[in-house]
């Protein structure tokens, strides 16, 4: 079993950076791809970014280049440091990741940019 907690989100002025972070339970060595997906009011939670464990990234179209993911495996820890934020990125995110068959989720940290 895996626990995520997520910390780190916040106000922001529009153009501002957030930084979020996400703690696992247990070494994130062994696990292949951790992400950040967001879920805004009336919309479907979407993926935002995710690292596998080689290092490979993939972002959504709406934040590349502004959005960079992270991860430490030394320190359980995945990272997604936010630049240049526009209201649109207003959203819950959560961590995520996938491990031994199982989804786990943490349980969202709130970011709101106000414009």
């Known amino acids: 079993q895996v626990q995520l907690m997520e910390s780190g989100g916040g106000l922001v002025q529009a153009g501002g950076s957030l930084s979020l972070s996400c703690a696992a339970s247990r070494t994130t060595f062994s696990i292949n791809v951790m992400a950040w997906y967001r879920q805004a009011p009336g919309k479907q939670r979407e993926l935002v970014a995710s690292?596998?464990?080689?290092?490979?990234?993939n972002y959504a179209d709406s934040v590349k280049g502004r959005f960079t993911i992270s991860r430490d495996n030394a320190k359980n820890t995945v990272y997604l440091q936010m630049n240049s934020l526009k209201s649109d990125d207003t959203a819950v995110y959560y961590c995520?990741?996938?491990?031994?068959?199982?989804?786990?989720w943490g349980q969202g940290t709130q970011v709101t940019v106000s414009s």
């Open positions: 690292m596998t464990r080689g290092s490979t990234t």
């Open positions: 995520h990741t996938r491990a031994f068959g199982v989804d786990y």
